[in-house]
């Protein structure tokens, strides 16, 4: 079953945006596709990971799907004009697992060490479940990968700090917010990196409001992330009011200015991501008002990055610990069934021997019997189960499996009916 394991994916690294956006899944499609999977080619466990970055379809199969999963993928968006198949890449059980755990990780995403990911990984592994599509081999796999994250979290560098302009913004934010008991956020323009920063903010203890030129995307990212939207003509309150305002709007000349400010009433910090400045400089003298910004964060940001692709290496190592790990138990699975009917064979056998005493006995030696043969039979059993499970870490159990299967006649064992 272990080397079954593949994958079939797209991701930023080879696929232009437009195309990802093609083929994302949603949870509701996620397992609807899942379900198609199991109807169509006889799939019994599978994991649909679906980000802004990648698509990627994790499956058990005795054959590679790869082609066929990429056409159906094609089929279940409706992409039969502009099909997206030839993006896909396959990938094979040694390459699909290290994958996995890489981007689980965050060792394989756009932004080295993000903690965002991991979470994404954890909600497909959910819609694996509900849809009774994860077995034993993917929760043991998918734990692997969880345990491994947090001893990448606590034996390593890799996940301190804020690797991106984004997440430093709201980092910064979320310190400065420990003075409110009640602290309002405001960010203003919507494109990739004032997205970014809303997402980041998800969850946050703040009454976070998001403004943009054009209202319905505003409200699209309020309902997505929990926030609320304000009209952009509500500007002027609504810097005025907030604690902290995160800008990045582009924008000819500065939409926060000095006079926009002028006696402001509480602390406040305004965060300028944006090219060129959207928040006048000038700000910074009024009373109370701390500013940041994009250079100063991307120093921050660019310090982080250098300490995580140094830690990668120790990232790596950790990963490679878990999968030797992971693949040891996976084959020792391969041979639990022989162990298992090894061992009924062996019980059978002393079973039929002691039925040959009943009533040439009594009951004080009865008893002793049981427990003299069950313990010759643990002796028995201990060697050949050792061996068994050695010869898997040395790639050599089949073998061993066959003379068992011989010597015992188990493979008969295992088809001879229920009395």
Known sequence: MHR?????????????LEVREAVTFDENQAKQFMTMLKETFGVDEALVLSTCNRTEIYYTSSEDLASKIAGLIDVFHGLLDQPAAGYFRAMPYEEAVNHLFEVSLGVDSQVLGDIQITNQVKKAYQWSADEDMAGPFLHRLLHTIFYTNKRTVQETPFRDGTASVASAAVDIANQFMHNYTAPQVAVIGLGEIGANVAENLKGATADVCLVNRTFQTAQSHAEEFGHRAVAYERLSEVVKSAHVVISAVQAPEPIITSSLLSGNEHPKMLIDLSVPRSIEEAVEEINGVLLYNVDQLQERASQALKRRHEAVGQVKAIIA???????????????????????????????????????????????????ATKSMMQKVIKLPVLQLKAACKRGEAESLVGVLNDLFNLEKEESKPAE
């Open 4 to 16: 079954q394991f593949k994958a079939v994916g797209i991701s930023y690294r080879n696929t232009p």
């Open 321 to 371: 610990e878990s999968i030797a790990e992971f693949n040891n138990w996976s084959q020792e699975m391969e041979v639990s069934p022989t162990i298992k009917r090894f061992k009924q064979a062996l019980e059978d056998i002393r079973k039929a021997e002691l039925a040959r005493y009943v009533g040439k006995v009594d009951e004080q030696q009865a008893k002793m019997l049981e427990k």
